[in-house]
């Protein structure tokens, strides 16, 4: 296994990021830090390391357990990679995920089967 591997080579190959360039841009903005302090895309990242990675509107916590430069399957990656994200940052995602059709611009369009569901359920209109 290697000793060493680019911190943007790591985020894409245990799939935080889709593609390398997107993880090599978040580190860029600062989107990416290792002990408190933001680090480019160069540096490497190394095993028992906390990487935090924020994606609006949550920031994700992520301790490495395993080093990979090769992009792997999603099932794989719980041996590379362990989430410590905080619970509080992970009730905002599902309070986001539940809140999301509500978000709809006005006039742009009928509500999806799920969102007709949902409000059905919401409002008890199915008795």
């Known amino acids: 296994m290697e000793n060493e591997v680019r911190i943007d080579k790591w985020l894409w190959a245990v799939r935080i990021y889709k593609t390398r360039s997107m993880a090599t841009e978040a580190c860029r903005k600062g989107h990416v830090s290792i002990a408190s302090q933001p680090?480019?895309?160069?540096?490497?990242?190394?095993?028992?390391?906390?990487?935090?990675?924020?994606?609006?509107?949550?920031?994700?916590?992520?301790?490495?357990?395993?080093?990979?430069?090769?992009?792997?399957?999603?099932?794989?990656?719980?041996?590379?990679?362990?989430?410590?994200t905080p619970p509080e940052e992970l009730e905002i995602v599902e309070m986001q995920r539940n809140m999301r059709w509500i978000i709809r611009d006005p006039g742009t369009g009928r509500p999806t089967k799920k969102e007709r569901r949902d409000l059905d359920d919401f409002f008890d209109l199915n008795d």
């Open 39 to 84: 680090v480019k895309p160069s540096r490497s990242v190394h095993v028992g390391e906390i990487v935090k990675v924020r994606k609006s509107p949550v920031t994700r916590t992520f301790r490495v357990l395993e080093l990979a430069e090769k992009r792997m399957a999603a099932s794989l990656t719980t041996n590379h990679i362990e989430d410590i």
